[in-house]
């Protein structure tokens, strides 16, 4: 037997294996630069890369490496009761995503939460999302449950975090707060249905210690960024994101109208 075959889950070759590790180091080196972005880029690429049915469980994984490192290096500026509210609402919407066996399209929960995204960012801003417990625990909630489906919830806590005009570490820090606690529920939650984590450590730990590594150079930018080219960078990598997760969901539809 090899070291690649004893290593990795049968059918991923080394070469994708790395493309995979080295991709958790830069999306997470930009997630810590500017709040977000980072994991849906590297559920993209684990979607091209990896079977589709371990995508949503190992991206899971990876964003809790990923968020965690986060939140470990950049603790003292997380605001402590927006996380705790977002995920008492993610406690609920975890158990209530996992009980779901319909089959509910992909496209059309990203094409919603793309939509949402973009009118947070530039739209009226709705009376009930002000900035509250009621709005946190409600935002945990609803992500929860659509990020046991399509795992790109994190702009979702970022136009909730982005609602409360925190400045800079505080956005970064609390954002990785929140969605560290949300990937554990996640996946503590394909744990509890299924998901063989265990033909998937190598790849896992690798991951994570790569995600590390770019958060501590994502955090070092930040750290030196100014406050208003901060929130530039933020705003733009939300809109691309907005952007990004509708024209994938219309990609998707047309394709299945053309197979119809």
Avoid at 22 to 50: E, K, N, Y
Avoid at 165 to 173: C, D, S
Wanted: proline residues 4%; positive net charge; hydrophobic residues 55%.
């Amino acid at each position: 037997m090899s070291l690649e075959s004893a290593l990795l889950p049968d059918g991923i070759s080394a070469t994708a294996a790395f493309v995979v590790v080295a991709s958790s180091f830069f999306t997470s080196a930009l997630t810590a630069s500017f709040g977000l972005g980072g994991g849906l880029a590297l559920l993209a690429i684990m979607g091209a890369l990896l079977p589709p049915a371990a995508v949503i469980p190992v991206h899971g994984v990876a964003q809790l490496g990923s968020n965690s490192s986060r939140l470990l290096l950049q603790w003292k500026s997380v605001v402590w009761p927006i996380v705790v509210w977002f995920l008492g609402g993610s406690l609920l919407g975890s158990i209530a995503g996992a009980r779901l066996y319909v089959e509910i399209p992909d496209a059309l929960l990203q094409a919603l939460i793309g939509a949402f995204v973009l009118i947070t960012v530039y739209g009226p801003q709705p009376k009930g999302f002000l900035p509250g417990k009621k709005t946190f625990f409600a935002t945990g909630a609803a992500s929860a449950v659509l990020s046991m489906f399509v795992g790109a919830t994190g702009p979702i806590a970022a136009a909730m975090v982005r609602a409360a005009r925190l400045e800079k570490m505080q956005t970064v820090a609390t954002h990785a707060g929140a969605m560290a606690g949300q990937h554990l529920l996640k996946s503590v939650a394909f744990g509890f249905i299924g998901f063989a984590y265990a033909d998937w450590a190598a790849i896992i730990i690798a991951v994570v210690i790569a995600g590390f590594l770019g958060a501590a150079a994502g955090t070092r930018l930040l750290q030196g960024m100014p406050e208003a080219k901060f929130r530039k960078g933020f705003t733009l990598v939300l809109t691309f994101f907005g952007c990004y997760l509708i024209g994938s969901a219309l990609l998707a539809l047309f394709g299945e109208i053309k197979k119809g």
